[in-house]
T-cell receptor, first 115, second 110 residues
Framework: GAVVSQHPSWVICKSGTSVKIECRSLDFQATTMFWYRQFPKQSLMLMATSNEGSKATYEQGVEKDKFLINHASLTLSTLTVTSAHPEDSSFYICSVSGTVVQKLFFGSGTQLSVL | EDQVTQSPEALRLQEGESSSLNCSYTVSGLRGLFWYRQDPGKGPEFLFT???AGEEKEKERLKATLTKKESFLHITAPKPEDSATYLCAVQGSYGQNFVFGPGTRLSVLP
């Protein structure tokens, strides 16, 4: 299966700062990438879908100005949490989906803690 | 709207005690049903894709089956290392999004 690298694995930041999370598809041309958020003991909640070279599509209730997504190439997508607040603390996971293989491959996730 | 439910929410088994996890779904045209395993603090790991009713797939102690309304993940003679959360997801024909169920937290006691 595809190898998806996500960094950092965990980050602690102060309230009001911005945090960038990177998601790289190492051996797979990822035309579409998904960003999920997961709270403890809950399932994955889709935040946004990004297609290479175009603007991301955000799910209802997700602030696009707060969660900036950039999918500039077929191998890299970034999620920037701007002006983070404690309620943004969560586990963020990216996934990739190709054009031929429709199943999702996931990164290892990023645990964000905002103090 | 596509929906996925899973039961039970949590399951405790003794090592060697076989059981099944259920995934019920409603979707507008099923493109695929997916099973994933997720360990704490990690991203989901792909297990199976099922495409049509009647299809079955196996991997080691796991076997996934599919009907028009639900899927089962059968686990035979589980071991403690099978402890994880098992997620079910569907992708409908009219969108690229995957809809995930809430998962079943499986604990296998030695």
């Amino acid at each position: 299966g595809a190898v998806v690298s996500q960094h950092p694995s965990w980050v602690i930041c102060k309230s009001g700062t911005s945090v960038k999370i990177e998601c790289r598809s190492l051996d797979f041309q990822a035309t579409t990438m998904f960003w999920y958020r997961q709270f403890p003991k809950q399932s994955l909640m889709l935040m946004a879908t990004s297609n290479e070279g175009s603007k991301a599509t955000y799910e209802q209730g997700v602030e696009k100005d707060k969660f900036l997504i950039n999918h500039a190439s077929l191998t890299l997508s970034t999620l920037t949490v701007t002006s983070a607040h404690p309620e943004d603390s969560s586990f963020y996971i990216c996934s990739v989906s190709g054009t031929v293989v429709q199943k999702l491959f996931f990164g290892s996730g990023t645990q964000l803690s905002v103090l | 709207e596509d929906q996925v439910t899973q039961s039970p929410e949590a399951l405790r088994l003794q090592e060697g005690e076989s059981s099944s996890l259920n995934c019920s779904y409603t979707v507008s045209g099923l493109r695929g049903l997916f099973w994933y395993r997720q360990d704490p603090g990690k991203g989901p790991e792909f297990l199976f894709t099922l495409y049509s009713a009647g299809e079955e797939k196996e991997k080691e102690r796991l076997k996934a089956t599919l009907t028009k309304k639900e899927s089962f993940l059968h686990i035979t003679a589980p071991k403690p290392e099978d402890s994880a959360t098992y997620l079910c997801a569907v992708q409908g024909s009219y969108g690229q999004n995957f809809v995930f169920g809430p998962g079943t937290r499986l604990s296998v006691l030695p």
